[in-house]
Structures are given as structure tokens and as C-alpha cells.
């Protein structure tokens, strides 16, 4: 299982707008069956300088119904999320260098068990 993040193309990533989008893509080199809802489970936006500065979420979500899709090679799962969709003061966020975390959980079926796999991916970004 493999995720990739990446910021959007031609978006203008500054403190002066209180969107961070970025493009989640969770792909697998083989057939793989899993879980028909993957939980983006943290999204995290923390400076990189060790003040403590963070913004984000982490969340838990177990689908009631865990009904299986197949997931292939060539045909990833797209999304794209607002890393500061929940936050509402913006009094810490200035310009400097961050980064941008992100934890998908996903149930993968292996034989007849299903197993919860948390793969992770962080980007950095210096914004103005």
C-alpha cells in the first residue's frame, strides 16, 4: 500500500489564506481488496522550527458498514482535503517552513483476515 500527498499545482500556498489543500493519492502495486471507506485518520500542518506551532486534526472514523472494494494497480484513489478545514484561529499561523502530515487508515483484506493499515507521508513547504 502506498500514499502519496502532494500540494496543488499553480495554488498560491500563503499564511494569508486559511485553506491548505493537498492531493492525497493511496495506489498498490498489486490487486488488493479493501475496506470501501478510507479514513484520512490525522492531517497535520506543523512548523518546523520547534515552537510547537501545529494546526490540523486527527480523527477516528470506523465505517458501519464495511463493505470491500478492489483497489488495482493504474487506478489509485484520489482525494484532496483542506489540511485546515477545522481550525478557526489563525493568530500562530505566520510565514516560515512546515510540515504537512498525513495518516490514511485503510482495512486491507490478506487471505480471509482484514488487517487496518496506516500508511503516512509528509511534505514540507515554506510559506510566505
Known sequence: MRLQIELVPDLDYSVGVHEF??????????????????????????????????????????????QLVALVPHEP????????????????????????????EIGEKRGGDMHHVEPQESIEVALT
Open 21 to 66: 489543500p493537498v492531493e492525497v493519492e493511496v495506489s498498490t502495486e498489486v490487486p488488493t481488496e479493501i475496506y470501501s471507506r478510507v479514513t484520512i485518520s490525522s492531517a497535520l500542518l506543523t512548523r518546523t522550527d520547534g515552537s510547537g506551532v501545529t494546526f490540523g486534526y486527527i480523527r477516528r472514523v470506523t465505517p458501519a458498514k464495511r
Open 77 to 104: 484513489l484520489h482525494m484532496r482535503i483542506d489540511v485546515l478545514e477545522n481550525d478557526d484561529d489563525f493568530s500562530d499561523y505566520c510565514a516560515g517552513l512546515y510540515r504537512c502530515e498525513i495518516k490514511v
